[in-house]
Every structure is written in C-alpha cells, then in structure tokens.
C-alpha cells in the first residue's frame, strides 16, 4: 500500500464543506449534522463546523494510507468573502480536526 501524505483542498458554504484529497482526487461534499452557518455568518457555530469537517475527512481517509505527520490544508473555496472573524474561525476549526498547517487560498 503507498502511503501518501494527508494534504487536502476544503471549500466551506452555508452548512457544507467539500474535501479532496489533492494527490489521490478522493473527494466528499459533506452536509452539515449540525447547521454551523447563520443568516449573517458563515461560520456562526465553529463547533458544527469542526464536526462537520470531521465526518468529511474521515470519508477521504477510511481507505487508508494516509500518512498523519504534518497534515496540511489549503482553503481553496467559500461563499462569498472570507471576513478576519471567519478565517480565525475557520483556522481553529481546522487545527482542531488535527491539521498542522492552514493555508487560505481565497480572497478575504
């Protein structure tokens, strides 16, 4: 089995999240359990979102072999502009779901 290193694509919308994995095109478009959007806010309930996040990655990873030293994402899509608040939130999200590096790659 060929072990790849854990290096995803995210893209974050009203209560959905879309994973892939960016070496193997494993991708999931996960809805939300819990809604973690709001009216005003993208990312009104940053716990919701974690969890979100969580179930999605899990299903790029079930396959196994994956290496989970270092595991780095790339903010790639969202709706509409990202505010400070909302990278904040979302940074934290994902270092929470164990990644070591965030990178945004959208406009705020």
């Known amino acids: 089995m060929d072990i790849r290193r854990l290096d995803l694509d995210v893209a ?18 996960q ?13 009104a309930h940053p716990r919701h979102l974690e969890d979100t996040l969580v179930r999605a990655i899990r299903q790029v990873v079930r396959g196994g072999g994956f290496s989970l030293r270092e595991p780095i994402v790339h903010v790639v899509g969202c709706e509409g502009k990202l505010s400070v608040s909302d990278r904040r939130l979302i940074d934290a999200a994902l270092r929470e779901t164990g990644m070591h590096e965030v990178i945004f790659e959208v406009e705020g």
């Open 31 to 43: 809805r939300a359990e819990f809604p973690f959007s709001s009216e005003d806010a993208l990312v």
């Open 12 to 29: 974050i919308y009203r209560d959905r999240v879309q994973v892939t994995h960016r070496s193997s095109d494993s991708f999931v478009d």
